[in-house]
DNA sequence: GGCATTTGCCTAAAGCTTTTAGGCAAACTA
DNA sequence: TAGTTTGCCTAAAAGCTTTAGGCAAATGCC
């Protein structure tokens, strides 16, 4: 009987890695046991069940994706720094289509508070910084950028721009380039 | 042994309001029968596998929420069809939570190309017909509409903009908007 | 180093979902 | 009314989730 060395940790990568390869659906806690060669009961010693492995994948994707945004963010300001974010978003849900699904479960109130969450908010925010945007306005332009890159990078995702032209890489610059002349024109609302 | 009349089309709505009762993710062939106080095996005869039953609730929400927007899309144009077509998707999502899910479920190519997904992206040109595109503008528009509401409403549903001000209306109205000044004012890409 | 405790993975088992096979009776069809 | 088709049934296998209890490896203490 030799240990393997599970720990939630190990666990939650391997079920990220799992994710990207077969998709955050198909991750199963029977899944996960086949691939460290051990019995499912035995993973029970580490996760509370199923649905807390998937949570640690989520939260796990949403620190990873934050991670990159960040470092793409260092050091630019204004449409730079806009299409810098939208860039480390698409590019990380193309890398990871798994953890990237998987970072769009729903987490409960509590759980999304204390999670990455937090800070993907803030950076949009500090992206907002570059024009000239007062609130409520930031807050309304803070949803629709999150709208916009979740709603392209997973229709994109499913398949929607598939065998159509124009290439998607032409559209997502055309839509940056119009959600940075948006920004910097919009009257605001009063 | 009584004939309940199981048909595909009762099997489909009964898997639509399960939907929206306890998310398209819960949706069994198991519950199913169970809410038709039938035995599982029963449905067999009418679906396929669960992949079926689930394809059908899509396909079936995607033609409902397709002949709500054509309603809601008649006699308006401009700016009024742009808010008009916004709103009938947004809510839908809201009315039918489980049902607006199950449209965003992943088609296999032939299955997507014979679906109301076709008429979606129809009335989406038909809107821009009010504003002054040319190709491949349209279709990068095409593309950002799709993203901005589907993403909106897919994080407004996940309740990402619960317990946070302003009002989720007041920026879905900053947003509708804000896209129908940028389809006006965008200079033409070349 | 030897011994006790803790920890990690195991077997066993129950409950649920999916799916297939084969059967019987109800409902059409002539 | 007899024959055929159809619809729902029982039975059963296979996979996932989860709990309970056990044994052996690792850890800690004298």
Do not use: C
Request: net charge negative.
């Amino acid at each position: 009987m030799v240990r393997v060395g599970l720990t939630p940790e190990r666990l939650t990568l391997a079920g990220a890695e799992l994710a990207d390869e077969v998709g955050f659906e198909q991750v199963t806690v029977s899944a996960l046991a086949r691939r460290f060669d051990v019995k499912v009961a035995s993973l029970y010693s580490h996760l509370k069940n199923s649905q807390e492995l998937r949570t640690r994948i989520a939260l796990f994707a949403l620190e990873e994706l934050a991670d990159r945004v960040a470092d793409a963010l260092a050091g630019r300001a204004g449409k730079d720094a806009l299409a810098a974010f939208a860039n480390a978003y698409r590019t990380y849900a193309r890398e990871h289509p798994g953890r990237y699904d998987a970072a769009r479960l729903r987490l409960d109130p509590a759980t999304a508070a204390a999670s990455a969450g937090v800070r993907h908010a803030q950076m949009t925010r500090a992206i907002l910084r570059g024009y000239d945007l007062t609130e409520p306005d930031q807050t309304h332009a803070v949803r629709m950028l999150g709208s916009v890159f979740h709603g392209y990078v997973s229709l994109e995702l499913a398949g929607g721009f598939d065998h159509s032209k124009p290439d998607p890489q032409q559209s997502w610059d055309w839509i940056i380039d119009s959600l940075d002349m948006l920004l910097r024109n919009r009257p605001t609302d009063n």
